[in-house]
């Protein structure tokens, strides 16, 4: 099975193309240099709009098959930031490890990182994580909960990926 | 605009005069050394009723324009406490990270700062944090939080709030 | 009054029987080393499936008296792992600085201690805490979290539990 990842560009200005994404294509980066698997990515843009974000994470899971959707943008306190609240609307399981992980390790860069809400979730074969919108937030949030993904995608019995190891060293506990 | 500072103390026996409120003025205290804009305190005290603590919660954003609203008391798992849930009612998001980051920083005193169930949320322009009834475990969470409070006020569009550096850095990152 | 301890393994082949249950005697074990007061173990085997977990926490708080409830078993990402549901759904309120501290003190030997989505709550006079399934890991967690709950169940008015200070040392904040 030939692994699909869906990478969520979540920014008003990014799908009025007032703002070039960047977060995107730095998850697309990310992953070309962890996965060693074959893996095809299926990149979406949808603005701050709740209906939208939800309708685009059913889209990713349900119709597109991926087994990883990666979200970037949306986490903030801000009025129009509701990427995890859609997330949780699809999810029939929250996963509070990750947002958690993820604050923890980006408390080491920054005080304002306990302003983000990005949390995790399991639909159907599919696991939604949302990350922050910045290329370099981006990076140290995937360094820290990319370990634990290839294991959980083996659980809810999505595609199985592989990690080089000079990058990422999945986990996988022997039975 | 001059900054309005919520300060709500939830206790029944605070509220029945059998005790003194402590937590309120330990707030009061702390923000004074702490802020170095014009600001002015909002207090109230209520018992631990979850229709009191709602109706002053939302009192003190809607018709105060606090930007920010800081309770102290009720967050622990007796039958009384019932500050979080009042919040989490009131506010139209939730910060996991606060609570997540002042549980942190008080383990680092007693074990049983996992008994603390203190979270964070935003109505409106507004952040609400919960804190501890105990004056000097407020001082530790607010130490810790203190530094994202005032971008986090920021970007809900609440009033500007400067520090003195000697006592907090607030962290507002660079666009 | 004698404490009662709720033991409630979640697992669908230790109900059918066709594997042996090790988180059960593990978490009695434990609790015979780490409790001096006199307690009485009431241990259950049942499947995940959500209505058979609610069923047996209902049980075992509000019919067989237990102060505390130990669960293990369940609390990961796959399709059957439903036991934080069913704990959420019978609490009143929930503690998330158990699951926090635990997935913490997991996380020091494997990264994926994040997919663990154990929690805990209080239900009347009972606290409930979810474990992982393996052993050792609840040890680990027992050992965290253990120091916090005796204080816990006195301030919900359960019963009082001590500990052998060479063991675990539970701490009580003076009044």
Redesign the interface.
């Known amino acids: 099975m030939r692994a699909k990842i869906g990478i969520l560009t979540v920014s008003d200005r990014a799908y009025r193309g007032v703002y070039e994404d960047r977060g995107g294509p730095a998850i697309h980066e990310y992953m070309n240099e962890a996965l060693t698997n074959e893996w095809e990515p299926v990149a979406k843009v949808v603005p701050d709009e709740l209906d939208a974000i939800q309708a685009a994470l059913i889209e990713l899971v349900d119709e597109r098959d991926c087994s990883l959707v990666v979200t970037t943008g949306g986490t903030?306190?801000?009025?129009r930031?509701i990427t995890p609240?859609a997330t949780e609307a699809v999810c029939g399981?929250?996963?509070?490890?990750?947002?958690?992980?993820m604050?923890?390790v980006s408390?080491q860069y920054?005080?304002?990182?306990?302003?983000?809400?990005q949390?995790a979730g399991?639909r159907g074969k599919a696991?939604i994580v949302n990350l922050p919108g910045k290329p370099s937030a981006i990076r140290d949030c995937l360094d820290a909960?990319m370990?634990?993904i290839p294991?959980?995608i083996d659980?809810?019995?999505g595609a199985c990926l592989t990690t080089d190891e000079r990058r990422i060293v999945a986990?996988r506990?022997k039975a």
Chains 1, 2, 3 share one sequence.
């Not at 920054?110 to 809400?117: D, E, F, G, Y």
């Open positions: 903030g306190p801000a009025l930031d609240e399981k929250m996963m509070p490890g990750f947002g958690e992980l604050r923890q408390l920054v005080p304002t990182a306990i302003l983000s809400r949390t399991v696991l909960v370990p634990a294991y959980c659980l809810i019995e986990f506990p």
